[in-house]
């Protein structure tokens, strides 16, 4: 399978913990994208990085959140001190320049904080 | 305001139906305009990319930009059962901006 790939699909974990997620993009692709979608809501942009540099973070995200893309391959978004309010889907996309608006998702992750 | 604004339906329609969906915005230096699918529990993809004002058309589908307008439409002709998904529009200012999503339109196209 050469798409997006995000795991774990599914993280069950209790407040105050803290979890991270994975993302493996298209091999080719040097845009890496994390959005967040709650129920009934499009996703919402969390960050971006551009290979291994971070472009751009929503002013919206709390500094509990923190993304990395070492070597500008695989990322990981970690959630620190997790609260009920970060239960959502967290969405992974890639894409390639110069076409980086065409995104390519990856099945995300529903986390569910108890 | 939020910057994309999509009526988040439920539309249901029969097969073989014209679905109609639209979205206004308020940031009038987008000029990358998109149409993603979404099925329940997966990614959204891609269904429908166009740059600046016109229309695109792909087999059933068709998607209008009017930027003097601020809208963006997508049409489906001919629905099917498969086309029942949420449609999320979406668009950026420039191809290395970040996408900005409308929150999507639930379509169910009854058999």
């Known amino acids: 399978d050469t798409g997006v790939s995000q795991n774990p699909r599914h993280k069950i974990t209790k407040r105050g913990q803290n979890v991270t997620f994975r993302c493996d993009p298209i091999?080719?692709?040097?845009?890496l994208y994390w959005y967040r979608q709650t129920l009934g809501q499009g996703p919402e942009f969390l960050t971006y990085?551009?290979?291994?540099?971070?472009?751009?973070k929503s002013r919206l995200l709390s500094d509990r959140f923190s993304a990395e893309r070492p070597k500008g391959s695989f990322s990981t978004l970690e959630i620190q001190r997790t609260e009920q309010g970060d239960s959502a889907m967290y969405l992974c996309?890639?894409?390639?320049?110069?076409?980086?608006?065409?995104?390519?998702f990856g099945s995300g992750t529903q986390l569910s904080v108890l | 305001q939020k910057e994309v604004e999509q009526d988040p339906g439920p539309l249901s329609v029969p097969e073989g139906a014209i679905v109609s969906l639209n979205c206004t915005y308020s940031?009038?230096?987008?000029?990358?305009f998109m149409w993603y699918r979404q099925y329940s529990r997966k990614g959204p993809e891609l269904l429908m990319y166009t740059y600046s004002s016109g229309n695109k058309e792909d087999g059933r589908f068709t998607a209008q930009v009017d930027k003097s307008s601020k809208y963006i439409s997508l049409f489906i002709r001919d629905s099917q059962p498969s086309d029942s998904a949420t449609y999320l529009c979406?668009?950026?200012?420039?191809?290395?901006?970040?996408?900005?999503f409308g929150p999507g339109t639930s379509l169910s196209v009854i058999p």
């Open positions: 940031n009038s230096a987008f000029q990358y």
């Open positions: 979406a668009m950026s200012r420039t191809s290395y901006d970040k996408v900005i």
């Open positions: 996309a890639s894409s390639l320049d110069p076409a980086g608006e065409k995104l390519f």
């Open positions: 091999s080719e692709h040097n845009r």
């Open positions: 990085f551009q290979n291994e540099a971070q472009l751009e």
